[in-house]
């Protein structure tokens, strides 16, 4: 069955770069979430979108954004890059925008040196 | 504000012996509640999710997980465990109106003993 797809896996960018990540959610699914996980923490919920509309917002910093396109993908820009924003950063999509059940991607290991 | 602990940052098990892994919550309403898993450096795995009707919830790879409201807990249960369940454990709670708005406890991590 196909699952959430995440590009890059890993990146590595320089403090004050920009870095933009992908998220391809699991065909028909509409509704997807992004997440960031410190080393040795738990995920942190960033935003979600459903229907290409941004439905909730979390902890996410002004200096990223994000958008769903009309395929449903997601995409995750984040400027100005600090060393803290290492992490990995995972995607999940669902069905339906209330997020009954989230199927998680590989995520994308950032490392900001 | 919603928030999740998980008290046993670390739990060592024998092969084959049960596992219990404590979740408690704080949250206004019954929130909606799940346990993922989370194997080094791999995306999570929903292993089950409560959102109401009976309160001893079943999953997969034969984990289930109870409902306490008056505890305000969701323990998350197997009869007996396998090497490949070493790994690390979340617990998640989110509101009813956005089940995907999740906030995660800082997970167990299990370690299983040949």
């Known amino acids: 069955a196909a699952g959430v797809i995440q590009s890059p896996r890993h990146l590595i960018k320089e403090k004050r770069e920009t870095a933009t990540l992908k998220c391809y959610p699991i065909p028909r699914h509409d509704t997807v979430y992004w997440y960031q996980q410190g080393p040795g923490q738990d995920p942190q919920f960033l935003i979600s979108f459903y229907e290409k509309m941004q439905s909730d917002k979390g902890s996410i910093p002004d200096r990223f954004s994000a958008q769903q396109f009309s395929d449903y993908h997601s995409e995750l820009n984040m400027s100005s890059l600090e060393l803290g924003d290492s992490a990995l950063y995972f995607c999940?999509?669902?069905?339906?925008?209330?997020?009954?059940?989230?199927?998680f991607g590989p995520g994308t290991r950032l490392t900001v040196t | 504000a919603q928030s999740v602990t998980q008290p046993d940052i670390h739990i060592t098990v024998s092969e084959g012996a049960s596992l219990e892994l404590r979740c408690n919550y704080s949250?206004?309403?019954?929130?909606?509640l799940f346990w993922y898993v989370q194997s080094p450096g791999q995306g999570l795995q929903l292993l089950l999710k409560y959102f109401s009707g009976d309160t001893l919830v079943q999953g997969i790879k034969g984990f289930e997980a109870e409902f306490k409201r008056s505890q305000s807990s969701f323990n998350l249960r197997k009869p007996s465990v396998h090497w490949s369940d070493a790994a690390e454990y979340f617990c998640a709670v989110a509101p009813r109106t956005n089940a995907g708005k999740s906030t995660f406890g800082d997970g167990t991590t299990l370690t299983v003993k040949p």
């Open positions: 999940a999509s669902s069905l339906g925008g209330r997020g009954y059940e989230q199927y």
């Open positions: 949250y206004g309403a019954t929130p909606y």
